[in-house]
């Protein structure tokens, strides 16, 4: 049996990438490459900016051809690193050298030594984290999340009339509408993103250990936390001035963890529509030349939310163990989190493919009204509720002597179907006033969902 060529070992990386690529941009090591190089190169045009230890602000030319070493990032400063690292054994390492190296072609060799002037690797990482997770949550996925919620948005409003039986513990219960169930969803889903868009990217830029006593050595009379925070809140970034010699990741544990909340209600989302779809309230629409089954040609699977439910869950794992394991550093620093930051693009890889397994999946169902109203006609029971209440109400008002409502519609109702004409004679038996008769006479299971259609006017 001869070898494979080179393969990729996560799916990610292979069958789905197309769905999930345009994280690479941000959350691969060469995409954390190109945000070092840049914080290198911006930390070094501030510190020239302020004309520290006898520089001079640079020409705009010269920051322009600096600026270029990160914004023309490619191949060939991704197999610079490579070769420089399999030496220095330290990738930031390997990033300072080639700032310099590329300084010294620029012919800017004066300025050189300010290359990482201070820095503890950490000051970079923090800030190339912040940095590319913001945009990758930014640019990406959030907007991704936006999408699969606007997808949802819209059905509740198309079926905000599409009245449904509930079924509460999975037995037939006080009827809604299929709008206004997937309204909860959109209603939940805005709200988490909302605290995501809001959350803050926190990075420090304090020395070693969080003192700025390398700083202060070479140059006393500076303020330099006032220059670090100018510095990385220019970068647009948060600022973090009291750390160790990490910033404590604490921004990042509670992105995380909102982003695993927002997987737990997708999740819910996906197991909901794959259960409408298994008692037929949703038929799928047909894909051209797709195979549902191997055998049985007449299948078509709920594949999208089934990919979605699996990604979702592995997503969740993996956001968990970020947050727990983030959230702790031994003492001043260990490197327990340098192997588990490679891992986010991966938590939102897969993440992000279960938004693009559920935005393709809500685009593929429909409707099926006559199902729904067929069940609704076959559980003439639920009214129960809306009976002992009117019983209830006309005992509060006096015009009534029942003594027992629930009790009496339990014995009517539990555990066995009741049709429209048992439930109408029973009604005008009632020792209850005309108009509250007439009400309940004209409820059908189908009529009675409340304010369910307006509530899906508060998706706004």
Known sequence: MTSLPPQPLSPLDGRYRAAVGELGEYLSEAGLNRARVEVEVEWLIALTDRSLFGTSPLPDDDKARLRALYLDFGQAEIDWLADKEAVTRHDVKAVEYLVRDRLSSLGLDAVAELTHFACTSEDINSTSYALTVRRAVERVWLPKLREVTAALSALAVKHRDAAMLSRTHGQPATPSTMGKELAVFAWRLNRVADQIESGEYLAKFSGATGTWSAHLSAAPDVDWPELSRSFIEGLGLDFNILTTQIESHDWQVELYDRARHAGGILHNLATDIWTYISIGYFTQIPVAGATGSSTMPHKINPIRFENAEANLEIAGGLF?????????????????????????????????????????????????????????????????????????????????????PYALLKDLTRGRRVGAAELAEFVRGLDIGEDAKARLLALTPATYDGLASKLVDELG
């Open 320 to 404: 968990s163990t970020l947050s727990q394991t983030l959230v702790t550093s031994r003492l001043q620093r260990d490197l327990t989190d340098s192997t588990t930051q490679r891992n986010i693009g991966v938590a939102f890889g897969h993440s992000l493919l279960a938004l693009d397994n559920l935005q393709r999946g809500l685009g593929e169902i429909s409707l099926a009204e006559n199902v729904l109203l067929d069940d609704l006609d076959g559980n003439w029971e639920v009214l129960a509720e809306a009976i002992q209440t009117v019983v209830r109400a006309e005992i509060a008002a006096g015009r009534s002597q029942i003594s027992d």
